[in-house]
Structures are given as C-alpha cells and as structure tokens.
C-alpha cells in the first residue's frame, strides 16, 4: 500500500519560510518522479514543482521560480519544499505526488498523492 504523508505546513507571514515534507512508504522510491501541487478551495490542482526520478531535473511553475526549491532523499524515501519570500496568493492545499513518468505537470499522470498540508501565508 502506497502512503505519501506530508508535513510541515502552518501559518507564515508574508516573506517568510516554510519547509514542506513528504514522506513515501510503499513504492519503489527512485524510480518515481515526485512533485508538489497546490489547490484553493474552489479551485483546479495546480502544478507546483516536480523532480525527475531519471536525471534529478527539476521543473518548476513560473508563479514559484527563484522561491521555492524541491529536493529529494531517495535514502529516506522523502522529497521536500523550501518555500521562501512566501507571498498570500501561496496560500493553499500543498499535495505531495507521486509519477512514473520522467517528468510531468499534469495531475492524471501522477498515481500516488498525500493527503495534504494546509499553507496559509498573511499580510
């Protein structure tokens, strides 16, 4: 049974930092892309950031570039968010997934995904 369980979300002020976590049991860790998604009560899953299982390569939404960073520890079967200068409009829903494929933005492509961490980011 797959599980990816996040953590580290909360409340920040604007500028701040936050370090999201996600941590898989289930799944042959390294040979799935992993990524994170967002979603506003309302509105579509929107894509994040991912990280290839093949290469390590990262691909981030233009809405996060130069502020958040993806990592991964095929070790400990964790991949991570550094989310820095925090803005309101990244407040929501942070999901952890989980892909097969070497690199994807879309939801239908990824398999696995967490229950999610709320991020609420104030004035």
């Known amino acids: 049974q797959v599980q990816l369980v996040e953590s580290g979300g909360g409340l920040v002020q604007a500028g701040g930092s936050l370090r999201l976590s996600c941590a898989a049991s289930?799944?042959?860790?390294?040979?799935?892309?992993m990524a994170w998604f967002r979603q506003v009560l309302g509105k579509e899953r929107e894509f994040v950031v991912a990280?290839?299982?093949?290469?390590?390569?990262?691909y981030y939404a233009d809405s996060v570039k130069g502020r958040f960073t993806i990592s991964r520890d095929n070790g400990k079967n964790s991949v991570y968010l550094q989310m820095d200068a925090l803005k309101p409009e990244d407040t929501a829903v942070y999901y952890c997934?989980?892909?097969?494929?070497?690199?994807?933005?879309?939801?239908?492509?990824?398999?696995?995904w967490g229950q999610g961490t709320q991020v609420t980011v104030s004035q």
């Open positions: 289930g799944l042959s860790f390294g040979d799935y892309t």
């Open positions: 997934a989980a892909s097969a494929a070497p690199m994807s933005t879309a939801p239908y492509e990824y398999l696995h």
């Open positions: 990280i290839s299982w093949r290469d390590g390569r990262t």
